[in-house]
């Protein structure tokens, strides 16, 4: 083999057929998006969402006669709510590719390392200080929610500095105590302080039966910003993997980059708990289906990464408002049921590579 | 020949908490010269590399790198001109080889994309020339101590810079690796004159350096061309222990029993 051919070989494997990949993504992403537009208890004819989506757009809605509940169950439920879980899939996605390169463990993320029940926690006192039915209260509670999925990510970091070293046992049994302290802290809250327990129990549990466009947008503008500058340090991400020795060797402050990415990271994925209730598994699923497929740049995998995690969790919400129709199940229940044997089959290699 | 010192480390000390350990160094280096670091256990190789380094501050004295005139208190400029191999350090074993090699391209001056055709020409010429570049899409997990050894080798033979450090780069190779990896560490190929920095505990190498530097409890104990100083004498009070050098067939050899 000439060096040529060589390079040709590798430069379709790390190059281009990661950007095919992408284009793929998107497009099973498209389908899926339209499927979850077209699904939902009032049957509406794909031609009838077509005629509305267009009059939405181009016309002066009032000119026309629309079905009035049709239009707004596309134009208030069905397209907030699937934009609701692509931007949420892509925000806990590219937060966990992030925190597993920064932690240097293949098993972090949001959910793992607390920031999930942390962020409930903060998003459950907020409500419970300022309640649902006040304006702004979303906004009030994504708040909330960022400064408990900070202090999660903080308390597991430095507890699982006890054990000296960054190991992967470490990291994930401090994820694993933060976590169960911040569910008990959130339960006594709500057994204690909060009459409406019931529609905090069930947003707990993760879903986007209530997505509206406020919900979307608060996700979209503090997630999109935060997803852009984890992209834009992909470079760095990469490095991070290394011992922190050969970091700093080549000339990167791993304490201050490592705090930027995971306040970005932190950030978006507790605000996007807060509207969306906790959601486990796709932060370190989709980053790990990307890994085995096409590989560990971060260049790719941050985007592949997104693009799974968005697939993931709209068809996972397809299934939770089709298969009990007309009763929804929380999302949540879900990719839990999917995670969990991707879970154990993920240990399974895990011990196959560390073991 | 009267070469201008290249780093000269003056009257530095190093303590560590909780340990009685001291490190006391006053060396001059100059540019161009190939040091092997010898020394028993703990005697504080290690350290010496990581203060060149920058990785540890030492608490007294000072360190100064006189081409670059640049102090270590600035970890971003010396990445620039340093590449250093740590002793067994933490692996990502889901990276393949050639994600990992190819990480040694990344510079954080120009912060650029390390995956350009470039650095993928280099990534493959230097797996080629450490003989895995059969294995360029294994994962790190599947390799053996000595191909991740080789490995990490390749990334720092790739960073190309000035000043090279390795610590104990042939621990966990066979012994006909550990000649070749020992020839390609002193063989650049690069056109600037390397400064190289190795330590090991494998005192048969100290004739392919022009230079060995031994030391002993945290200090110096002899500095010197290894003709003039590696001899049963000075061997058997480094180490404490009766230590032989034989020369058979013009080649020396270091007999430990």
């Known amino acids: 083999m000439s060096t040529n051919t060589n390079i040709k070989e590798i430069i379709y494997i790390k190059s281009t057929k990661n950007f095919i990949s992408i284009m793929f993504l998107v497009l099973v992403l498209v389908f899926i998006f339209a499927l979850s537009v077209l699904l939902g208890p009032s049957k509406i004819s794909p031609f009838e969402i077509i005629r509305i989506i267009t009059f939405d757009i181009f016309t002066n809605k009032s000119e026309f006669i629309l079905s009035t509940a049709a239009y707004a169950i596309i134009i208030n439920l069905r397209i907030p709510r699937s934009l609701l879980a692509i931007i949420t899939g892509i925000v806990l996605s590219s937060s966990g590719s992030t925190y597993q390169a920064i932690f240097k463990n293949p098993l972090a993320d949001p959910y793992l390392l607390g920031v999930g029940t942390g962020a409930g926690l903060g998003a459950v006192i907020g409500l419970t ?95 999109i910003p935060c997803v852009a500058l984890l992209y834009s340090q992909h470079n760095k991400i990469n490095i991070l993997n290394l011992d922190s020795k050969q970091v700093h060797s080549l000339g990167i402050n791993e304490k201050k980059t490592i705090t930027i990415l995971i306040i970005a990271s932190t950030l978006s994925s507790s605000i996007a708990v807060s509207q969306t209730g906790i959601i486990g598994f796709v932060g370190l699923v989709a980053p790990h289906i990307s890994r085995m497929a096409w590989g560990t740049n971060p260049k790719y995998l941050i985007p592949q990464a997104s693009l799974v995690g968005a697939i993931i969790l709209l068809s996972s919400d397809i299934l939770a408002k089709t298969i009990l129709s007309p009763t929804e199940i929380p999302v949540g229940l879900i990719t839990a049921f999917l995670g969990f044997p991707f879970f154990v089959q993920l240990l399974r290699k895990e011990g196959d590579i560390h073991g | ?228 100083i590696i001899n049963s004498k000075n061997l058997s009070a480094l180490y404490e222990k009766d230590i032989k050098v034989k020369i058979i067939n013009n080649k020396h050899f270091v007999l430990t029993h």
């Open chain 1, 129 to 223: 200080i300022y309640p649902s039915n006040l304006p702004f209260a979303n906004f009030g509670a994504a708040l909330f929610a960022f400064g408990g999925g900070l202090l999660a990510v903080f308390l597991t970091y430095n507890l699982s500095n006890y054990s000296k070293n960054l190991n992967h046992l470490s990291l994930i049994l401090a994820g694993v105590a933060i976590t169960s302290i911040m569910g008990a802290f959130t339960t006594l809250i709500l057994i204690t302080q909060n009459p409406e327990i019931k529609p905090i129990l069930s947003w707990l549990l993760g879903g986007f039966s209530l997505a509206s466009w406020e919900h979307f947008n608060i996700v979209f503008l503090s997630g």
């Open chain 2, 1 to 228: 020949m009267d070469k201008k010192p290249h780093i000269s480390l003056n009257n530095t000390m190093l303590k560590f908490k909780n340990s009685s350990f001291k490190l006391f160094a006053n060396l001059t280096i100059n540019e161009g010269e190939k040091i092997l670091l010898i020394g028993p256990n703990g005697s504080g190789k290690s350290s010496l590399i990581q203060i060149i380094s920058g990785h540890i501050i030492p608490n007294k004295g000072q360190i100064l790198f006189h081409n670059f005139n640049k102090t270590n208190k600035q970890t971003k400029p010396l990445s620039e001109f340093i590449s250093y191999m740590p002793q067994s350090p933490y692996m990502p074993l889901h990276f393949d080889v050639f994600d990992f090699v190819i990480t040694g391209r990344f510079s954080n001056k120009k912060n650029k994309d390390i995956f350009s055709n470039n650095d993928f020409k280099q990534t493959i010429q230097v797996l080629k020339k450490i003989n895995l570049f059969n294995k360029w899409n294994s994962k790190l997990a599947h390799l053996s101590g000595g191909e991740k050894q080789l490995v990490l080798l390749s990334h720092n033979l790739i960073q190309k810079k000035h000043i090279q450090l390795f610590d104990e780069p042939t621990s966990n190779l066979d012994p006909f690796n550990q000649s070749e990896v020992m020839n390609l560490i002193l063989n650049s190929s690069l056109k600037k004159p390397v400064t190289t920095i190795v330590s090991t505990h494998n005192i048969n190498f100290a004739w392919k350096f022009n230079r060995i530097i031994m030391i002993k409890n945290g200090v110096i104990f002899k500095d010197g061309s290894p003709n003039k």
